[in-house]
């Protein structure tokens, strides 16, 4: 269903005029209210007269994360911190958290969007909806659940992680919808399979998964566990959180941006300039309502694309693309742009492979030189000799080449469990020698 529909399917036209209208008051506002905003623009000349439409946006300076260091913790702010209702907090780029703060109108529209994301997912009023985001600062498990509670669900607020619950849960109360990251919806198709559970029985309609990357490869092993849709929804703190944007269940294309609060634009991460829709490039977005903390053209970090044809679900919002990569991810080899989950995508079409592997790159006299290190499974590490790999190594060449344009790539075959892991478990995905580190 569509939560909103004067909303969600007016016309481009009339979506410009309101998102002008909405973008004057919030340049306005921040000029008046936010020092920071007022000696950024006054420093690059622009005063908020000078934004009438949406096209003069790119007179504004950006804002990005580190901004939220310097102004750390309540800089940013435009009203009293007593209109402030409540926090959230997101890791920071040093060891102090960004912290966002909400009055009590940006608490309505967060859940407005929530419940607009929960709709587009396939919920209606009614259903039980487990939430299995983590509930506290990170603004996952209390956005979604004011999202629910909105659209008349019976919200389950379990919050992250314990598995055994999530079970009984989902076995006795039997949820139509369910969210969750994608990761985790993964290890609980596991865990249900460890101990013998139909997942494919429990009548999950939809997980809605995001707060991470992951691929269409992700969605096909999740939707065939559970028999059950698996959507994206997209969001972060600085912003509002969940609820930026969220793909419909009848096309599960893109996801939908809701426009009439976060204008979406792409630019290249080099130059800044604006991409056209289509083109992969970083994600800015400028929220046009809030009050407690507005935003203005910030800089997400996030690689993806905007697609702005109307969709069959009946919706005109801008469809956002997968999150392909960083801007700080995005390595340029041998003028080729490349993203580690390309990679990722090509290596996990091959059976005899694992998901571990890493990128090392190094300059070769002038010229740019990329070897993937990858970890095999055990079964071929114990049965193939050196030589009898050449094949293996040949398709996945050719795969690369095809998804990336990126040939003589060095494919080096290593056995389970060595690549290097942090403490954390974690593998650094990318060694780029040719920058000083
Ligand atoms: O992760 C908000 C959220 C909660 C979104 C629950 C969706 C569901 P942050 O902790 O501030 O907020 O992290 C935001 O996570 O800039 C992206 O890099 C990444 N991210 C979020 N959703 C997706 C997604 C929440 N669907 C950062 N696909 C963002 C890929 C995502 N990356």
Not at 254 to 278: M, N, Q, R, W, Y
């Given at each position: 269903m569509i939560w909103n529909r004067d909303i969600e399917t007016m016309s481009r036209a009339a979506l410009a005029e309101l998102q002008a209208e909405r973008l004057r008051s919030t340049v306005d506002r921040v000029y008046r209210n936010v020092p920071f905003y007022r000696d950024r623009f006054d420093r690059a000349g622009v005063a908020p007269g000078d934004v009438r439409e949406v096209e003069d946006l790119s007179r504004l300076p950006f804002t990005r994360k580190t901004d939220f260091r310097d102004q750390y913790p309540f800089g940013l702010f435009a009203v009293p911190r007593e209109d402030v209702v409540r926090v959230h907090a997101s890791s920071g780029t040093t060891g102090k958290p960004t912290i966002v703060g909400y009055t009590r109108a940006d608490l309505e529209t967060w859940a407005e969007v929530c419940a607009r994301s929960l709709a587009a997912a396939g919920a209606v009023p009614g259903d039980v909806f487990q939430n299995a985001y983590g509930y506290g600062l990170f603004t996952g498990g209390l956005g979604m659940h004011y999202g629910g509670e909105r659209m008349g669900l019976t919200v389950i607020p379990v919050s992250a992680g314990n598995t055994e619950r999530q079970i009984l849960l989902l076995q006795d109360l039997r949820p139509r919808i369910f969210a969750c990251t994608p990761s985790y919806a993964l290890a609980l198709a596991e865990a249900l399979a460890e101990r013998g559970i139909d997942a494919t029985g429990l009548g999950l309609a939809t997980l809605i998964l995001g707060a991470e990357p992951w691929t269409e490869e992700m969605r096909g092993?999740?939707?065939?566990?559970?028999?059950?849709?698996?959507?994206?929804?997209?969001?972060?703190?600085?912003?509002?959180?969940?609820?930026?944007?969220?793909?419909?269940?009848?096309?599960?294309?893109?996801?939908?941006?809701?426009?009439?609060?976060?204008?979406?634009?792409?630019?290249?991460?080099?130059?800044?300039?604006?991409?056209?829709?289509?083109?992969?490039?970083?994600?800015?977005l400028t929220s046009l309502t809030k009050e407690a903390l507005p935003i203005v053209r910030y800089r997400t970090g996030d690689l993806c694309s905007l697609d702005l044809e109307p969709c069959a679900c009946g919706r005109t919002l801008a469809r956002m693309s997968r999150i392909v990569g960083r801007a700080d991810d995005m390595l340029i080899i041998r003028g080729v742009n490349l993203f580690p989950t390309q990679v990722e995508a090509v290596l996990v079409e091959f059976a005899d492979l694992s998901p571990h592997y890493r990128l090392l790159v190094r300059r070769e006299g002038e010229l740019d030189a990329i070897a993937i290190e990858v970890e095999v499974t055990a079964e071929l590490h114990g049965r193939a000799a050196e030589s009898g790999l050449e094949p293996l190594r040949r398709d996945i060449g050719r795969r690369l080449a095809g998804v990336t344009m990126l040939t003589n790539v060095d494919i080096r075959f290593v056995a389970p469990g060595t690549l290097p892991r942090s403490e954390g478990g974690k593998l650094r995905r990318v060694v780029d020698e040719r920058k000083p580190s």
């Open positions: 092993r999740i939707e065939a566990a559970f028999a059950a849709h698996a959507v994206n929804i997209y969001g972060l703190s600085e912003v509002i959180g969940p609820g930026v944007s969220c793909e419909c269940v009848e096309v599960k294309h893109g996801s939908h941006v809701f426009e009439d609060h976060f204008l979406p634009e792409i630019v290249d991460p080099e130059t800044g300039e604006p991409k056209a829709p289509g083109e992969i490039g970083e994600l800015v």
